[in-house]
């Protein structure tokens, strides 16, 4: 047997305990990919792109600042700011960079609308918000979503809401909106409170981020996001750049649904987990493309007496209705003409001219 030199062996273990220690490091930053703990999987999203990819929808993200060279930015279009004096690229990318690359992760064709809507510098987004809502309708955007905190219920937001889903745009927000009676303190709004035509998304429990299931929330989604290069990853901010991203799929498949429709088949599809509503994004494609063809049933069901009444007369025409015992679109038999008769029909036609 050959003996292996002190040194070398020294320096083999030395390798390996590095080796050890960086996979440590590693995975403390962030958990190994798994059904368990992936968002894309947790979700049935994978499952989804067999279907729908985003390819010609659109979303809107209003959020902090953005990063105009991420892993999202060839899908960016349309970018705007609600806050005076900030632009995307001026100040450090943040939360808004995070959101966007979920939506892109989850419908890798969909464009996005990165709208600036809450500042770095100061407080206070109402008013953005609800501009950024009107701004995303004016550009085509099947969703529009916010994660920047809870939003008051206010006669501008759904006014705001009011001209987004005439222009087939659906409000997918963090929470449910705060509602507060005369001289009381505002709180999450109640399922009878709060506004139907929002998409409430919410996260569902887990051991580092427990959470409880709410009365007033739609769909819920997985908390953590795996690639991201923020130090929280944890959060109810996933949730609406997960399901808005889930709209844009939906979209895909089936042009023609209506927000509300969509809502519907959102929370219709989802499947039970200790009592969260779970977005089931495979689900929810596959109702949209079902949906689409029991339109074009209804279509033609619709258009049969039509065509009925309007049909031409044609060889098949007329042997239906001699099974039927009507005759009144028959042509009339001809008569054969023999004989001299027929000669004197050719005799007395006139002759064309020549040209």
Not at 89 to 100: E, I, R
Not at 257 to 269: G, K, N
Request: proline share 7%; aromatic share 6%.
């Amino acid at each position: 047997m050959t003996r292996v030199p002190d040194a070398t062996r020294h320096g083999a273990l030395a390798v390996i305990a590095l080796l050890v220690f960086a996979n440590i490091s590693c995975a403390r930053q962030s958990p190994a990919r798994n059904t368990q703990s992936d968002l894309v999987a947790f979700s049935r999203i994978d499952k989804a792109w067999k279907q729908a990819s985003g390819a010609g929808a659109t979303v809107a993200v209003v959020d902090w600042q953005f990063d105009p060279d991420g892993p999202a930015a060839p899908s960016l279009v349309f970018a705007a700011s609600m806050v005076p004096g900030e632009r995307m690229g001026h100040l450090k990318p943040w939360h808004g960079a995070w959101m966007v690359d979920i939506v892109h992760r989850i419908a890798p064709e969909a464009k996005i609308v990165p709208i600036i809507g809450r500042s770095l510098k100061q407080g206070g987004y109402q008013d953005a918000l609800v501009r950024g809502i009107r701004y995303a309708a004016d550009h085509g955007a099947v969703a529009v979503t916010s994660s920047m905190g809870p939003t008051d219920q206010t006669q501008a937001l759904r006014e705001a809401i009011d001209y987004a889903e005439g222009k087939g745009t659906l409000f997918v927000d963090v929470h449910p909106e705060n509602v507060a009676a005369a001289g009381e303190k505002l709180k999450l709004c109640s399922p009878s409170e709060c506004d139907a035509r929002i998409v409430h998304a919410g996260i569902v429990s887990v051991p580092e981020h427990p959470a409880k299931p709410h009365p007033s929330r739609d769909i819920y989604t997985w908390p953590y996001d795996l690639d991201g290069k923020f130090e929280d990853g944890w959060g109810y901010s996933n949730g609406p750049p997960i399901v808005a991203g889930t709209i844009a799929l939906m979209k895909s498949a089936n042009r023609r649904l209506s927000p509300r429709e969509i809502h519907q088949l959102l929370v219709h599809t989802a499947y039970d987990r200790d009592g969260f509503k779970v977005l089931d994004a495979e689900a929810a494609v596959r109702a949209a493309v079902a949906r689409r063809g029991s339109r074009r049933g209804r279509a033609g069901r619709a258009l049969a007496p039509a065509a009925r009444r309007a049909r031409p007369v044609g060889r098949r025409t007329r042997a239906a209705d001699r099974d039927s015992g009507d005759r009144s679109s028959e042509t009339p038999p001809r008569t054969r003409v023999t004989g001299a008769a027929s000669r004197r029909r050719r005799t007395t036609s006139p002759r064309r001219r020549a040209p």
